[in-house]
């Protein structure tokens, strides 16, 4: 069975400039997450779709960043512009529902120079 | 929300049992216990989740006091691939409680 997908990988851009994150998840995963994990730290949750609907975005810096899951499948998450701070990995993460285990993809490693 | 308090750092040898303990004193009757755990440059990947008393799987074993303020996650003969960082996290998504990851115990197992 296939994991959880992101790309890309990696990423450097210079700040102000726009970028976008993709997410495929786990075939049949009802839950999606979007964390942010700052070097040192433990991930930081972003967003968690329920389906198509964000159910939980608190944390999401609505001045910047958007995020979206069409029909309830994959996700893509945007930041415009972007800013030094914003360098980090961004992970995704789904599961069945939301009391289950979440599965991790392998992140986006982002540079903003 | 529960916040959760774990030891930064831990050190074992090959083949010892690490047992590392995480205080949660808030934690709310709906909250569920879980255990992560993060190697370098990989998404943290799910050990185990109890309620209450013990839970054990292939990998770990997690023991819960009857007053769940707190909880140990024990990794039988460890090995130097167990070397990584492990998250507690306290909380039940579906009650509204998200759980949230802190900063972990980074485990150095040496030979």
């Known amino acids: 069975e296939a994991g959880v997908v992101q790309s890309p990988r990696y990423k450097i851009i210079e700040k102000k400039q726009p970028v976008a994150f993709w997410c495929n998840p786990i075939?049949?995963?009802?839950?999606l997450y979007w964390y942010r994990q700052n070097l040192g730290q433990g991930p930081e949750l972003l967003i968690r779709?329920?389906?198509?609907?964000?159910?939980?975005d608190s944390q999401l810096p609505k001045d910047r960043f958007s995020a979206e899951r069409l029909k309830g499948v994959d996700s893509t998450l945007k930041i415009q512009p972007a800013e030094l701070g914003d360098s980090a990995v961004y992970l995704c993460?789904?599961?069945?529902?939301?009391?289950?285990?979440?599965?991790f993809g392998p992140g986006t490693r982002l540079t903003v120079l | 929300l529960a916040k959760t308090t774990q030891p930064i750092s831990m050190d074992s040898y090959e083949g010892q049992e690490v047992n590392i303990t995480c205080s949660h004193n808030?934690?709310?009757?709906?909250?569920?216990i879980t255990w992560y755990q993060q190697f370098p440059s990989q998404g943290p990947r799910f050990i185990i989740q109890?309620?209450?008393t013990k839970v054990t799987n292939e990998v770990a074993s997690l023991f819960i006091p009857a007053d769940r303020k707190s909880s140990t996650l024990s990794l039988p003969r460890v090995s130097l691939s167990d070397t990584a960082v492990y998250y507690c996290?306290?909380?039940?998504?579906?009650?509204?409680?998200?759980?949230?990851f802190g900063k972990g115990t980074t485990l150095s197992v040496s030979s």
């Open positions: 779709y329920e389906n198509e609907e964000a159910v939980d």
């Open positions: 075939s049949g995963h009802n839950t």
């Open positions: 996290l306290v909380g039940n998504n579906q009650a509204g409680t998200a759980l949230i």
């Open positions: 993460a789904s599961s069945f529902d939301p009391l289950n285990e979440q599965f």
């Open positions: 109890g309620y209450k």
């Open positions: 808030n934690i709310a009757t709906n909250d569920y």
